[in-house]
C-alpha cells in the first residue's frame, strides 16, 4: 500500500504477544514437543533439554546476583549454548551484549567502556583476550566459560546441572531493552544498538510470515552466520521459536557446509555476499549433491545482478532473494516475497514497516523510479544507540524514520531497489567497518601525518578496507609496518586487505570532511 509516496507493508495481524520476549520463548518452549530435535551441534539438542537448561541457567543466574536490566556480554563462536545462554537472559529480563569473539583486548576495552558487563559468557578461544583486561577494571565476578576447562573460572555445564524452577520476569516490552547489537551506524566508530522486547517480537512475525517465509514445522536449515550478527542471531531464534531443525556450525568450512546440505536435504539456506560467491564459484560444489537447495535468501549487503544470475545458473533456482535490513531495525526491512522472481530486487516492504524515499536535497518523498535516501519506520526500529544521544538525534528525521544511509527507488509494484550507499561504512563480508575507527588507530602511529580510509570492491569480500597515508616530515614507514600495525591491533574483519597508499595530501571538502569520492577516483 502507498499513502503520499511512503510505502506500507501489511498490517501487525500476527498473533505474538507484545510481551516480555522471555515469557514468548519460555511459552514456546513448552509447549514443544520435548522429544523433538531442535539443535544439533556435534550432540542433539532437543527441545525438552533446550527448555530444562536455559530454565536452570536462568535460576542460577539470578543466584548469582543478576537482575532485571543487567548486562549480559556474550563472546563467542556459534554454538547451543550461546542460545541457551541468550534465551535464559531473556527469562530474566537482563540486556543480552552480543560481541565479535574476533575482537581484540583494545576492541573489547571499548566495548566494555560502553557497556559495562555483568557477567561474561565466553569461549576458550575468546577467554585470553577478555581476562586481558583484569587490571583495566571493567571486568564483573563472573566469567562463565561455555568450553569444559580446569580453570578458577565457572562452566556453563556446572550451572545447568542443578534442576530448578523459574518463570521469566515482567518488563515493559517498549522500553526495556533486551539486546545490545554492534552496529557502525552510518558514522565514526562502532555503536551499541539498544533493541527493545517489543522490538525483537517483529522479526518473529517477519519469519512467521508465509508471504516471505514458507517454513514447515520438519524443516531443517543451517546456523552458520555468527550468533553475534543481528541477521545470524535472528536466523537462530527464530529457528527455534517456529521449530526449525538448526545445524550449528561453529565457522565456515567448505567441505562441512556442502556435506550437511546434502545429509539433511537442506532446502532453505541464508546467505551472504562472500557465500553466493562460493557456491556460485567453487568446484567444490560439484562434488556434492545439493539438489534439495529450493530457497536461497541473501542479506546483510546488497548483490549484484550478475552474482545474482550466477548462482540461479548454478543451483537451478527460480531466483535469489535478498533480504534488506539493519541492525538499526531489528533486522528486516524489506524482503523479497516467496514467489518472486525480480531480479537485483530487495524485495516488498516486511509487515509493520514502511518506507520512503526522500531526495536528498529537499527531503521530501519521492515517487516511484526517483532515487533517493531510503528512510523506514516501523516496530522494529531501535531506541537508539548506547550513550550516544547525538548519533541517535542523528538516526532519525524529523517524522522519526531512520535515515539509513542507502540511496534507492521502488517501482510501480512497490518493489524496491538499492543503488548506492550515503554512508561511507566498508561492508566487508557483511561486517560493517568504520573508517573512522582504522583512521584514528593510523593516526596514532608515530609516522603517519594524516590517513584516510575507503572500502574498494573485492569479489569474495564485498568491500576491504584501503587506507591512504600521509608521511610526517622526515619519517619514513613501509606499507608492510603500517599494515602490520593495524592488523595488531583490530579483529580479522577490520584489518587492511586493500593494503596503504602513500600520498601527499588527504583531499578533504571546504568544512574539513575527507573527500572519498576523490580517493576512489584515484582508485
Known amino acids: ?199 525483537l517480537r517483529v522479526p518473529l512475525i517477519h519469519f512467521g510470515d508465509r508471504n516471505f517465509l514458507d517454513f514447515k514445522e520438519d524443516d531443517v536449515t543451517i546456523g552458520n552466520l555468527p550468533f553475534f550478527h543481528i541477521w545470524g542471531n535472528m536466523i537462530a531464534l527464530t529457528s527455534v521459536f517456529y521449530g526449525i531443525k538448526l545445524i550449528i556450525i561453529p565457522k565456515f568450512r567448505p567441505e562441512v557446509y556442502l556435506k550437511t546440505i546434502e545429509d539433511y536435504k537442506i532446502e532453505t539456506l541464508f546467505t551472504v555476499p562472500p557465500l553466493l560467491i562460493f557456491l556460485a564459484k567453487s568446484p567444490l560444489v560439484s562434488f556434492y549433491d545439493i539438489s534439495s537447495v529450493k530457497d536461497v535468501i541473501c542479506a546483510a549487503a546488497v548483490i549484484t545482478k550478475e552474482l545474482e544470475e550466477m548462482v540461479k545458473d548454478r543451483l537451478g533456482l527460480k531466483a535469489v532473494r535478498q533480504l534488506y535490513g539493519m541492525t538499526e531495525a531489528s533486522l528486516g526491512i524489506t524482503m523479497s516475497p516467496t514467489k518472486s522472481e525480480k531480479v537485483a530486487s530487495v524485495g516488498k516492504v516486511l509487515p509493520t514497516n514502511k518506507i520512503k524515499v526522500c531526495d536528498i536535497e529537499t527531503q521530501e518523498a519521492l515517487g516511484p523510479h526517483k532515487i533517493g535516501e531510503l528512510r523506514a519506520k516501523g516496530g522494529g526500529l531501535m531506541v537508539g544507540y548506547l550513550s550516544n544521544k547525538n548519533a541517535t538525534m542523528e538516526a532519525f528525521d524529523n517524522e522519526g524514520y531512520l535515515r539509513t544511509g542507502d540511496l534507492g527507488y521502488y517501482d510501480e509494484e512497490n518493489f524496491f531497489y538499492i543503488v548506492d550507499r550515503l554512508k561511507d561504512i566498508i561492508k566487508f563480508k557483511g561486517f560493517q567497518i568504520s573508517p573512522a575507527e582504522l583512521e584514528n588507530l593510523l593516526i596514532q602511529h608515530p609516522a ?37 600495525f593495524v592488523n595488531e591491533n583490530v579483529c580479522a574483519q577490520k584489518r587492511l586487505y586493500g593494503g596503504v597508499r602513500f600520498i601527499d595530501e588527504i583531499p578533504k571538502t571546504s568544512s574539513g570532511k575527507i573527500w572519498r569520492l576523490k580517493l576512489r577516483e584515484i582508485v
Not at 514456546?28 to 532437543?46: G, M, P, Q
Request: glycine share 6%; net charge negative; aromatic share 8%.
Open 1 to 199: 500500500m502507498m499513502v503520499d509516496h511512503i510505502v506500507q507493508g501489511s498490517c501487525d495481524t500476527f498473533h505474538i504477544p507484545n510481551q516480555s520476549i522471555g515469557i514468548t520463548f519460555y511459552n514456546e518452549l513448552k509447549r514443544k514437543n520435548h522429544e523433538k530435535i531442535a539443535l544439533i551441534d556435534n550432540e542433539e539438542i532437543s527441545y525438552g533439554k533446550l527448555c530444562k537448561t536455559s530454565i536452570n541457567l536462568a535460576s542460577q543466574l539470578i543466584k548469582l546476583g543478576l537482575k532485571k536490566g543487567d548486562v549480559v556480554s556474550i563472546v563467542s563462536q556459534n554454538n547451543w549454548k550461546y542460545l541457551a545462554a541468550t534465551i535464559s537472559g531473556f527469562y530474566i529480563g537482563a540486556k543480552i551484549n552480543f560481541l565479535n569473539h574476533d575482537y581484540t583486548s583494545g576492541e573489547l576495552k571499548h566495548f566494555f567502556t560502553i557497556c559495562p558487563p555483568n557477567l561474561i559468557f565466553c569461549s576458550k578461544k575468546s577467554c585470553n583476550n577478555i581476562l586481558f583486561l583484569r587490571n583495566e577494571g571493567l571486568l564483573p565476578e563472573h566469567i562463565i566459560l561455555f568450553d569444559e576447562d580446569e580453570t578458577e573460572y565457572l562452566t556453563f555445564d556446572e550451572l545447568v546441572k542443578i534442576d530448578s524452577d523459574f518463570y521469566p520476569v515482567e518488563v515493559q516490552p517498549e522500553t526495556d531493552i533486551a539486546i545490545i547489537p554492534t552496529s557502525s551506524g552510518t558514522t565514526g566508530l562502532p555503536k551499541c544498538v539498544l533493541l527493545t522486547h517489543a522490538n
Open 448 to 484: 603517519v601525518k594524516d590517513a584516510a580510509v575507503i572500502g574498494i570492491p573485492d569479489e569474495v569480500a564485498g568491500e576491504v578496507a584501503m587506507a591512504f597515508v600521509v608521511k610526517q616530515p622526515d619519517k619514513n614507514v613501509t606499507e608492510k609496518e603500517l599494515v602490520c
